[in-house]
C-alpha cells in the first residue's frame, strides 16, 4: 500500500460531496492516517454510507470541568452514582496541560437520556460535598 494514494482497485464513493481522500475496497474504506484528518472522513462515510447502524437519541452525556481536586479524590463519589444508577457510566478525564482550564477534569456521566437527568443531578450534588470549583458544562448526545 503507498501513503500516496488509496490501495490499487480502490473506488472513491460517488456523490460529489465526500472527501476526495477516501478510498473503498470491498467493503473496507481507507483514509490518511493523521487522526486531524482522518476524522472528518471517517464521519462523513459513517453519517452517509451507515446512518442505519446507529441509534440516534440513545445516548446523553454531561460532565463538568472540576477545578481543585485529585481524581482519587472523588472515586467514591463516582463509584457511588454508578452503583445508585444502572446502566449509567461515570467518566473523569483528568488534564494537566490544558491551554484554557489548566489541571482539571473532565467529570461526567454518560447514557441513556432518561438515566443521565437523575444521574447528572446526583453527582452535582456529591460535588457539593467537595471544595472543589465547577467551570463550564457540556452536553454531548448522539
Not at 3 to 16: E, T, V
Not at 68 to 75: I, R, V
Request: proline share 10%.
Amino acid at each position: 500500500m503507498s501513503a500516496a494514494g488509496p490501495p490499487q482497485g480502490a473506488k472513491a464513493p460517488s456523490g460529489g460531496s465526500e472527501p476526495h481522500a477516501v478510498g473503498e475496497r470491498g467493503g473496507i474504506h481507507f483514509v490518511p492516517g493523521f487522526p486531524v484528518m482522518a476524522w472528518p472522513m471517517v464521519e462523513w462515510v459513517l453519517d452517509t454510507l451507515y446512518p442505519h447502524r446507529f441509534a440516534t437519541g440513545a445516548w446523553l452525556e454531561r460532565s463538568v470541568i472540576v477545578f481543585g481536586t485529585m481524581e482519587a479524590t472523588l472515586t467514591p463519589l463516582m463509584e457511588a452514582i454508578e452503583r445508585e444508577h444502572p446502566g449509567i457510566r461515570v467518566f473523569s478525564l483528568p488534564s494537566v496541560d490544558h491551554r484554557e482550564y489548566g489541571r482539571h477534569i473532565e467529570l461526567g456521566v454518560k447514557g441513556a437520556p432518561v438515566g443521565v437527568a437523575p444521574a447528572w443531578a446526583a453527582l452535582l450534588q456529591g460535588l457539593k460535598a467537595f471544595d472543589v470549583k465547577l467551570g463550564p458544562e457540556l452536553v454531548r448526545n448522539q
